[in-house]
């Protein structure tokens, strides 16, 4: 059984910083691209960032150069590092796992943390 699950989030001023993390729990993380998605109330739901399971990143160009994503196979982790946060940055974030097994893709969902940014 794959589980995932979210820390780090809370409540952080407009120019600051908060790190994510997202334990996976089953075997497949070194199998999966993993990546962190956001919702904001009343909006669809985000790519942030995703890394591969060889460590190629990919940002959203909102974030690019602000957050940095990194993974550390041997605790089975992925992590987000959000600097220079912004208002409207205030959203749920989600990590999500995306292993391919055998030329078969499937997708696994965290539980989602809040992350506030308050002006």
């Known amino acids: 059984q794959v589980q995932l699950v979210e820390s780090g989030g809370g409540l952080v001023q407009t120019g600051g910083s908060l790190s994510l993390s997202c334990a996976v729990h089953?075997?497949?993380?070194?199998?999966?691209?993993m990546g962190w998605y956001r919702q904001a109330p009343g909006k669809q739901r985000e790519l942030v960032a995703t890394?591969?399971?060889?460590?190629?990143?990919n940002y959203a160009d909102s974030v690019k150069g602000r957050f940095t994503i990194s993974r550390d196979n041997a605790k089975n982790t992925v992590y987000l590092q959000m600097n220079s946060l912004r208002t409207e940055e205030t959203a749920v974030y989600y990590c999500?796992?995306?292993?391919?097994?055998?030329?078969?893709?499937?997708?696994?969902w965290g539980q989602g943390t809040q992350v506030t940014v308050s002006s």
């Open positions: 999500n796992a995306e292993p391919c097994v055998h030329l078969v893709k499937y997708d696994y």
């Open positions: 089953g075997t497949i993380f070194r199998l999966s691209t």
């Open positions: 890394i591969t399971s060889g460590s190629n990143t």
